[in-house]
């Protein structure tokens, strides 16, 4: 497998051409902005291609035994249903890294729900804790801090 | 929306004024509805120009709103003494004409108070300038708006429709967002003080607002408007990205004068309950972005904000965490 240059440096060699070669000769400004647009994407996707696996399975443990420590606490039937139901597996395939991520997340979500229910402070400062560890690593990876072009409408 | 397509309509909208159309050009920036200048020539030798606001396809779009029930809102709101609106001049209700429902409203010759507050004014009397006008649009008597304008039962009602906006989120991305789910329990759990129904714009900021020498400000984008709880325009303009900030360096100011003009309570307003209005007021905005995001993951394109609303569904996941970290867990979390 070729790997030099990585998806990533190939992707933000594409926004590299877009922007000194091509936006330069595009006079429509409503096309200049799509153009704009277009390599925010790029450029996210280029981080994402170096990151979103790694970061998934980083994350899936830390979701998992989060709800595994509630269901022993507390002996909650569908918490612990819904922790064993979402085990990682070992596929490295974005799909599947994916989907383990979206089972791991529903386990979490189950067992934060139950804590924030009964006002349980010490998990819910835990859950807080991996909520922010959730944003930090989308936004390393969606700065989400561009605005192009005037408003919604 | 072109200029044949425009000489097509007035042609036949207005059969005896020699309508020429002179020019169309589209007006870049916005994000959900494609907006076209045009001039045109009267049979008098008259000019004048004309804003067209039409539907992108559907399959290049990711923003949803009614034209129709916008076309109604403008007509309920465009002889209010309050405040001013373009005059809506022609609907094109089927599109028959200009190949979408398109709206044709008159130009008026000003600049946005986005563009005025770009060129350094005193801010503590835009700040004012601001308020003044969002207030005119709450404190519009809702009996003189057209009974044709669709009203909420009652306040909760209204309030448990909007909070709905995260079920229908989550529905929509198959329930496995933590931060959305935790959101919507804190939301819950933080039900505000009601208050009185109101006009509601729906994307209240001030590139919406034309500044025009010798008249009061005009209010332009109707599209997302309703009768609704007032507090959503407040909260939704708290997420603006665009400097100079109007809200944010000095919030109690800000709600300060809106309840001078508006006579709510501090009870019902205050920094804490604007942010809580933050999460409600861009709902509807966040539901469009992830149906859009999914239905790119289902194989379909919807145009360059599909995929580039991404980085905004990353800007509202961030407020929205921030934002209900804050929110306490009161008693009613138990209930």
Known sequence: ?153 | MDAEKLQAFLNSVEPDCGATVLSTAPVPGGYSRDTVMAEVQWADGSTEKLVLRGDPPVESSVFRSDRAAEWAILQAVKDLPDFLIPTPRYFDATGEYMGCKCIISEAIDSTSMQKFLDSGPDLDKAREDFVAIMASAHNTPLDSIDAAIERPSDWRAHLDDVIANYERMLECIGEDDPILRYTLKKIRMNIPPEVPLALVHGDLQPGNFLLSEGTDPYIIDWEFARIGDPRLDIGYYLQIPMPPHLYHPDPEAFLASYRALTGLTEEQINPAIAKYFLLLGTSHLMLDILQGTEDVTAGQHRGVMGTFLMTAYAHFHKLYLDYSLELPYTAEATR
């Not at chain 1, 440096?9 to 922007?19: A, F, T």
């Not at chain 1, 280029?46 to 899936?60: L, T």
């Open chain 1, 1 to 153: 497998m070729i790997t030099r240059p990585s998806t990533s440096r190939i992707l933000e060699d594409v926004v590299d051409e877009i922007m000194r070669d091509i936006m330069p000769s595009i006079t429509d400004p409503a096309q200049q902005i799509r153009l704009h647009m277009l390599t925010i994407v790029l450029n996210n996707c280029a981080n994402a291609s170096e990151r979103e696996i790694s970061v998934m399975r980083e994350e899936i443990p830390v979701y998992l035994s989060f709800a595994s420590d509630v269901a022993a606490a507390t002996g909650d039937a569908d918490v612990a249903t819904a922790a064993e139901a979402a085990q990682m597996g070992e596929s490295l395939v974005l799909s599947d890294v994916i989907a383990d991520y979206q089972r791991a997340s529903r386990a979490f979500s189950t067992a934060m729900d139950l804590v924030m229910d009964t006002v349980n402070r010490d998990f819910i400062n835990r859950g807080e804790d991996i909520l922010r560890t959730r944003m930090a690593n989308e936004r390393a990876i969606l700065s989400g801090v561009s605005a192009v072009g005037r408003s919604a409408s």
